[in-house]
């Protein structure tokens, strides 16, 4: 036998090998696109940093219209930079999110099987449109009553000794808890994505859903609890779209199920 006898074994190294290093050219071409996607997306938006802090702020500003002159004001030399900067990136995060979502489906894609593209398609549609569908509860429907609650406390003072308590924010507090409640809104509402997709590969059933429902709830006002503000406005808020969308969780699991009861039966 000579040294450059090759054997079975020898083979089939060398033809996993190269399945092995085209799969991860293919997913170093996704990334390469995510991040230039990405950072092309973070330029736009630092560009328009300043449009986007008027929209983020303005329900506070209308909030506060019965009391002019009022303002947010930064105590660091370098926070109003910061913050534009940061805006620009949580920004950035929610915009080119979808393009992300289709690199991932891309790269996974052709690794599927026809039908299993056809099942996982409806949840990559779905999973930007009820995220976008929880940030604007938060924006349209929770900042509104909230910040009217919480401005609700001021005090113009109490006798000739009494001092007011006025609402003075800083601008990075205010942009913190308003880009925390967006995006934990719309994390919340992907529950049924979720789900379902777990339903889907059989990891859980309807029937082992129904059973946890008290458990869920629970763990839903919890986990609304420490992403909300500490008042149960903003925590019921969150917390019971959230149970209904449980609620939808069960009865998508469930159809998944009959599907896949029908097809075993063909």
């Keep these: 036998m000579t040294d450059d006898a090759t054997t079975p074994d020898t083979d089939e190294l060398e033809s996993s090998r190269a399945p092995l290093i085209e799969h991860l050219i293919e997913l170093r071409k996704r990334l390469i696109y995510s991040v230039i996607g990405f950072v092309v997306v973070f330029a736009v938006c630092l560009y328009f940093a300043t449009d986007i802090y008027e929209f983020l702020v303005r329900p506070l500003s209308n909030a506060l219209k019965d009391h002019p002159g009022r303002r947010l004001i930064y105590t660091g030399l370098t926070e109003a930079m910061l913050t534009q900067i940061k805006v620009a990136f949580f920004a950035a995060i929610m915009l080119s999110f979808p393009l992300v979502a289709v690199q991932v489906w891309a790269f996974v894609a052709p690794g599927l099987y026809k039908n299993e593209r056809r099942a996982f398609l409806p949840f990559l549609i779905a999973t930007p449109i009820l995220f976008a569908a929880g940030a604007a509860m938060a924006y349209y429907v929770v900042f509104p009553l909230a910040w009217t609650f919480f401005l609700s406390f001021e005090t113009m003072g109490a006798g000739s000794g009494g001092l007011p308590i006025e609402f003075e924010g800083k601008v990075n507090e205010y942009l913190d808890l308003s880009m925390k409640l967006i995006f934990a809104f719309g994390v919340m509402f992907l529950v049924p994505v979720a789900l379902t997709l777990l339903g889907y590969v059989g990891i859980i059933?309807?029937?082992w859903l129904r059973d946890k429902r008290k458990?869920?709830?629970?763990?839903i006002f919890v986990v609304a609890a420490v992403l909300t503000p500490p008042d149960v406005f903003s925590q019921c808020?969150?917390?019971l779209p959230v149970c209904l969308?449980?609620?939808?969780?069960?009865?998508?699991?469930?159809?998944?199920?009959?599907?896949r009861a029908a097809a075993a039966e063909i």
């Design 205 to 207: 059933s309807s029937g």
């Design 245 to 259: 969308l449980y609620e939808a969780s069960i009865l998508l699991v469930r159809m998944t199920e009959k599907k």
């Design 237 to 239: 808020a969150l917390a």
């Design 215 to 219: 458990y869920a709830i629970i763990l």
